[in-house]
């Protein structure tokens, strides 16, 4: 079946710093790839989207680029704040023809100011 | 426009105990899941409704938990007899299906179970 593995957390960085948090799947077929988002108590919220290779899903600064050839979808912002503090989790469609996601485990990003 | 509603927001119960967990989803949406995520983990799909249609329940241990969504609205999400394992935060959500419709989803702040 589909499966997501993301970089293990915490991830530490100053503010203003470059953000990179990787995430790779196994998947049939041609999944569509996600990034959501849990902000300290809140519910999980999508960040952005692609739907097919190559396309790049943007949000808040935030980019991601689906990646075929190294089944890859890593998050990254060229310069972070402290309200980016939150637990980042990658998914992708289950597939199969199967609706709903699969998740990673989350990576827990903390900022300093 | 009012999001998904769960309740309640924290519960305390002792092992061999039953729970029971609420979700409102958002109005309109035809897809409801209940996934439970353990510390540390990503959320895992419990069951999924399609209205009131079972669609996929094949990861919900059914020797203990139970759901339902009657009239295709709310839902309750129910774990009898609890065991340690459970322990986790249960996170309801609903997006507006089907297929690629169901690929935002729309959670709600979750209830976290401590099972003692």
Redesign the interface.
């Known amino acids: 079946g589909n499966s997501v593995t993301q970089m293990e957390g915490p991830v530490t960085l100053s503010e203003e710093a470059f953000l990179t948090i990787n995430c790779t799947y196994t998947a049939t077929g041609y999944p569509s790839l996600f990034w959501y988002v849990q902000y300290p108590g809140e519910g999980l919220q999508l960040l952005l989207k692609a739907t097919k290779a190559d396309d790049k899903g943007s949000n808040k600064g935030f980019e991601a680029t689906y990646r075929k050839e190294t089944t890859s979808f890593h998050l990254e912002k060229g310069s972070v704040q402290v309200s980016d503090s939150a637990v980042y989790f990658c998914a992708l469609s289950r597939g199969g023809g199967a609706d709903g996601l699969t998740f990673g485990k989350g990576t827990h990003l903390i900022i300093q100011p | 426009e009012a999001?998904?509603a769960q309740s309640p927001r924290y519960k305390i119960i002792e092992k061999r105990q039953s729970v029971a967990f609420w979700c409102n989803p958002i109005s309109g949406h035809a897809?409801l899941?209940w996934y439970q995520q353990i510390l540390?983990?990503?959320?895992?799909?419990l069951i999924?409704f399609?209205n009131n249609g079972v669609?996929?329940d094949s990861q919900l241990p059914k020797d203990r938990f139970s759901a339902e969504r009657l009239k295709g609205v709310d839902s309750t999400l129910k774990i009898q007899p609890a065991k340690l394992e459970d322990s986790a935060v249960y996170?309801c959500?609903s997006?507006l299906?089907?297929?690629?419709n169901?690929?935002?989803?729309?959670?709600?702040?979750?209830t976290q179970l401590s099972v003692l």
């Open positions: 999001g998904v897809t899941y540390g983990q990503g959320p895992k799909l999924q399609q669609v996929d996170l959500a997006s299906g089907p297929g690629r169901n690929e935002k989803l729309f959670f709600g702040s979750g």
